[in-house]
């Protein structure tokens, strides 16, 4: 049982360059999420998704995008670079959030210079 | 969410009980506690839940006081791998975790 895998580990990107951030569970979880941390700071929720079909944005979603087509998968789309996006960056999902723990994956550090 | 607040750092000596408060005064009747920790650079952990009693587990033991205002986690007997910061969160009715920045533990032999 892998959970969570995050691809991938590292990565440095210029500005203005494009990426996507992997993510896929194999738990059969519903629920999805995108966080970014930076240095000394708690995370921050990116983008969610509640399943397959469904995302909704979270605090800082401007400069990402998501999709989410299998219950499995949930990419991370980075559309021009800056440097503010200097990050790492955590998937986790949840069976239903409610009752369940949170399952994170362990994170992309992500450099745009 | 709820609100939570958290000390910034504790430190414990190794081999001692670690007991870290939270505070969720406006913590609603249905509202579960989680406790998550995060060990440098990786993702966090999840580590225990609870509602209303107290609850134990193979890491770590929760006590949820009465009015449910607020949370002691206690990790038994500490080890120097235990050095983390631990996150307190009530997810609540938006069923979505906020990871404020938590308290780092400091284990010290």
């Known amino acids: 049982n892998a959970g969570v895998t995050q691809t991938p580990k590292f990565r440095i990107l210029k500005i203005g360059q494009s990426m996507t951030l992997q993510c896929t569970q194999d738990?059969?979880?519903?629920?999805m999420y995108w966080y970014r941390q930076d240095p000394g700071m708690g995370l921050k929720l990116i983008y969610y998704?509640?399943?397959?079909?469904?995302?909704d944005k979270g605090e800082v979603p401007n400069g990402y995008n998501v999709s989410r087509s299998t219950t499995e998968d949930f990419p991370l789309r980075l559309e021009l670079a800056a440097p503010s996006q200097t990050s790492v960056y955590f998937c986790?999902?949840?069976?239903?959030?409610?009752?369940?723990?949170?399952?994170f994956g362990s994170g992309t550090r992500l450099t745009v210079v | 969410d709820a609100k939570t607040t958290q000390p910034t750092s504790m430190d414990c000596a190794e081999g001692r009980a670690a007991n870290l408060p939270c505070n969720h005064s406006?913590?609603?009747?249905?509202?579960?506690v989680y406790w998550y920790r995060q060990i440098h650079s990786q993702g966090p952990q999840y580590i225990i839940h609870g509602l209303k009693n107290n609850e134990t587990n193979e890491m770590a033991s929760l006590i949820i006081t009465e009015d449910r205002k607020s949370s002691t986690l206690i990790l038994p007997h500490a080890t120097l791998r235990d050095t983390a910061v631990y996150y307190c969160?009530?997810?609540?009715?938006?069923?979505?975790?906020?990871f404020g920045r938590g308290t780092s533990l400091i284990v010290h032999p």
């Open positions: 986790a999902s949840s069976y239903n959030s409610r009752n369940y723990g949170y399952t």
């Open positions: 406006t913590i609603s009747g249905n509202e579960y």
């Open positions: 998704s509640v399943g397959a079909g469904i995302t």
């Open positions: 969160i009530v997810p609540g009715g938006s069923y979505i975790p906020t």
């Open positions: 738990m059969n979880h519903n629920y």
